[in-house]
């Protein structure tokens, strides 16, 4: 009875294994496979970078038409072409800097140098009452300031209506709702390089954006 059991007996069934060049292999489409995924992730992410700057931007040229149509009182916007800085600043203010700089024998234009001073030195305004800061809102008598920087890695770039590096020309809000007639191209910094062009319209103050 004990041989005949023996000879009946099923042998261990042996589990089967990879072999190295099998996991070599495997690893290796993994490794084709993310370095095919990641390209396409970063140009899905600068353009989705490029996409939210045009949107802020729009808010932004909202907001100036918005302030001078509120206060009654012309609003300059200015940016700074290479670099995510732009200015919000009542005319008035712009006009007096601009009278400065003139005095000093120097003709550039737009803000002084971010975090450089309060605002009451540089803006010669004793009622300011926030100090001038890379990203702020300065309550100042004559109006608001709005001093702030682009999101993500998206800077301002030269523009088909002719701006040049450094400051921009100022591009100025009546109280009416009528604005300059310009262009303001916005880019990607990163490896994936994107860019578009808002054209801001004169008589209306609307903002439409071409792809370039």
Known sequence: MYRSFCLTRR??????????????????LIVLMVGIGFPVVYRMLAQGELKAGIRQLQ??????????????????FLFEVGTS????????????QQQERIGLGVTAVGPEPFGNATTDSVFGD?????????????????????RKTLNGSVVFGLSSSGNTAGWSAPILFYPNGRTSQTSI??????????????????????????TL
């Open 11 to 28: 042998p261990p069934v042996k589990r089967a294994a990879f072999t190295l060049l099998e996991l070599l292999v495997v690893l290796g």
């Open 59 to 76: 808010s932004e040229l909202y907001r100036t038409r918005l302030e001078a149509m509120k206060s009654g009182k012309p609003y300059v």
């Open 85 to 96: 800085n732009f200015e919000i600043i009542p005319k008035t203010i712009f006009d007096k």
């Open 126 to 146: 004793p009622f300011a009452t926030e100090p001038a800061t890379p990203e702020a809102i300065i309550t100042t008598s004559s109006g608001i300031i709005y």
């Open 185 to 210: 191209v916005l880019l990607t910094t990163g490896f994936h390089r994107f860019q578009q062009e808002l054209h801001l319209r004169g008589l209306t103050g609307t903002a439409s954006v071409d």
